[in-house]
């Protein structure tokens, strides 16, 4: 958290939420970058993406298997071609392009432990309750409005747990598990990658804050999809243009941390 309120003293939202992303991708306490969960066949590969309201730019990256940052690489992504998803093989030479330390990517010795758990119980692809219980810190992701007045968001993620090889999850793609507008705002998510892409879920909570603040779309966007496609599917983090956030979660517990403007300090919350 305070790595992007550092990152946003330029004025971007953007660079703000990248910040604190990256941040916990090198914290390895979280599923992503260095604490990413494992395929079906015990590897890491991730997803992630960045997205301003600005232009609508943005960009997802997804089968991650040479950087800890994918965050940085979505980025070099966006800020370098004209494509919204790259994944695979190739991210490698990419994120050699973009600066980023390639390296091969090693299970952590936590993930190694839950992934043994879960093939002795024969888990694949597992439901999101059974892995919050053994992995209770997933996803990250951040949402922002600067200086700028440009709402953007960033997400990264190791994905499901026992994903099958090649899967790639709603964390890469614009609109499902990332979206900002500048006339709308910016919100995140996190839960069943797929469910989360059927209902477009970002996209659909941004597009409620043209009907209301920042919490009242979120609790639309996680009302909608419960009814859509179930509970325990998804938690979204929102930010409106006023710069006022909303949360809401239909899972156990999401956790969340944000500044506190009227307080002047960083609030969080499980
Ligand atoms: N949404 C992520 C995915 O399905 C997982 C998560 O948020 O925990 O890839």
């Known amino acids: 958290m305070e790595s992007g309120l550092s990152a946003m003293k330029g004025g971007s939202g ?9 941040f916990m991708e090198e914290s390895g306490l979280f599923n992503c970058g260095r604490g990413a969960c494992l395929t079906a066949e015990g590897k890491v590969e991730l997803d992630a ?13 997804g089968d991650v298997t040479c950087t800890y940052h994918p965050v940085s690489l979505a980025k070099w992504v966006m800020e370098n071609t004209e494509h919204v998803l790259v994944v695979g093989e ?11 330390k390639v390296e091969m990517l090693e299970p952590s010795p936590e993930a190694s432990r839950r992934f043994a758990v879960l093939k002795e119980q024969k888990h694949f692809a597992s439901s999101v309750s059974l892995v919050r219980r053994l992995d209770p ?40 598990g990332i979206f900002a507008d500048s006339r709308l705002g910016a ?19 941004c597009e409620f ?8 779309a979120a609790s639309r966007a ?13 938690g979204i983090i929102t930010v409106d243009l006023k710069g006022r956030v909303g949360a809401s979660y239909n899972t156990q517990a999401m956790g969340r941390a944000w500044f506190d403007h009227e307080r002047g300090k960083v609030v969080a919350r499980v």
């Open 137 to 176: 810190a997933g996803t990250v992701g951040a949402v922002a409005v600067g200086s700028d007045e440009v709402p953007a968001a960033a997400v990264s993620t190791g994905g499901r747990w026992m994903k099958l090889p090649g899967r790639v999850g709603d964390s890469a793609i614009l609109g499902s």
């Open 187 to 205: 919100a995140c998510a996190t839960g069943t990658g797929e469910e989360i892409i059927r209902v477009a879920l970002s996209m659909r909570a």
């Open 14 to 22: 953007l660079d703000g939420a990248i910040a604190a992303v990256s």
């Open 209 to 216: 804050m043209s009907r209301g603040d920042a919490q009242t």
């Open 49 to 61: 993406a960045v997205m301003t309201g600005r232009g609508l730019a943005g960009a997802g990256v």
């Open 222 to 234: 996680i009302g909608y999809i419960s009814k859509a496609r179930g509970r325990d599917t998804a």
């Open 90 to 100: 190739r991210c490698r030479d990419y994120a050699r392009l973009a600066g980023l």
